[in-house]
């Protein structure tokens, strides 16, 4: 199993809803301990390879850093879990991604923005987080994209999105269109 955090890769490419504190991201650093219990499928992942895709039903998924990001909306669609259930209110044929509702918010700059000056200007100045909604779209989208899934209660806990919904955020906006910097200067 890969040890690495992110493997020195982009550190934005975080594909939970809360990207954790520098305290944390440092504890975590320094333990090496990898969560690889995926919490949507309800299964533990350790000791699938997460640059391999072969787990992958819907044609659309790529490698990732680590076990927990690597599975499938396919898989979704077999599991039981109430996070999985959430994923139902997503009608698709062969992928997540072909799904209206989930392209309009994934392709929709003007809203993602719109959602980033909001939970800034909504939120408490000084959270860290709402810091680097406004500097990063991936981030601030994979945000967006867990609190249309799994609603508001769920948006805290770290529930990752499969691997197909993550590649379709990191190719509509790679590292070399990041040029958003927050609207609302406080
Ligand atoms: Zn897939
Ligand atoms: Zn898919």
Same mark, same amino acid.
């Given at each position: 199993?890969?040890?690495?955090?992110?493997?020195?890769?982009?550190?934005?490419?975080?594909?939970?809803?809360?990207?954790?504190?520098?305290?944390?991201?440092?504890?975590?650093?320094?333990?090496?301990?990898?969560?690889?219990?995926?919490?949507?499928?309800?299964?533990?992942?350790?000791?699938?390879?997460?640059?391999?895709?072969?787990?992958?039903?819907?044609?659309?998924?790529?490698?990732? @850093?680590?076990?927990?990001?690597?599975?499938? %909306?396919?898989?979704?669609?077999?599991? /039981? +879990?109430?996070?999985? $259930?959430?994923?139902?209110?997503?009608?698709?044929?062969?992928?997540?991604?072909?799904?209206?509702?989930?392209?309009?918010?994934?392709?929709?700059?003007?809203?993602?923005?719109?959602?980033?000056?909001?939970?800034?200007?909504?939120?408490?100045?000084?959270?860290?987080?709402?810091?680097?909604?406004?500097?990063?779209?991936?981030?601030?989208?994979?945000?967006?994209?867990?609190?249309?899934?799994?609603?508001?209660?769920?948006? @805290?806990?770290?529930?990752?999105?499969?691997? %197909?919904?993550?590649?379709?955020?990191? /190719? +509509?906006?790679?590292? $070399?269109?990041?040029?958003?910097?927050?609207?609302?200067?406080?």
């Amino acid at each position: 199993m890969n040890s690495d955090v992110n493997n020195g890769e982009n550190p934005w490419d975080n594909v939970f809803a809360s990207y954790p504190s520098a305290q944390r991201l440092q504890r975590y650093q320094s333990t090496k301990k990898i969560v690889t219990f995926n919490k949507v499928l309800g299964v533990d992942l350790d000791g699938r390879d997460p640059k391999a895709t072969d787990y992958c039903g819907c044609g659309n998924c790529q490698p990732m @850093n680590s076990p927990v990001e690597a599975f499938c %909306c396919a898989e979704i669609l077999q599991a /039981s +879990t109430s996070a999985a $259930e959430n994923y139902t209110k997503f009608s698709y044929e062969s992928c997540l991604c072909e799904n209206e509702t989930i392209k309009n918010v994934v392709e929709n700059l003007t809203e993602l923005k719109l959602f980033i000056d909001t939970c800034k200007w909504l939120g408490n100045q000084d959270d860290e987080e709402i810091d680097l909604l406004t500097k990063n779209y991936r981030f601030a989208l994979y945000k967006k994209l867990t609190l249309l899934i799994h609603g508001p209660k769920q948006a @805290n806990e770290r529930l990752p999105l499969p691997s %197909c919904l993550v590649s379709f955020v990191r /190719s +509509t906006y790679p590292d $070399e269109d990041e040029e958003y910097v927050g609207f609302l200067d406080y």
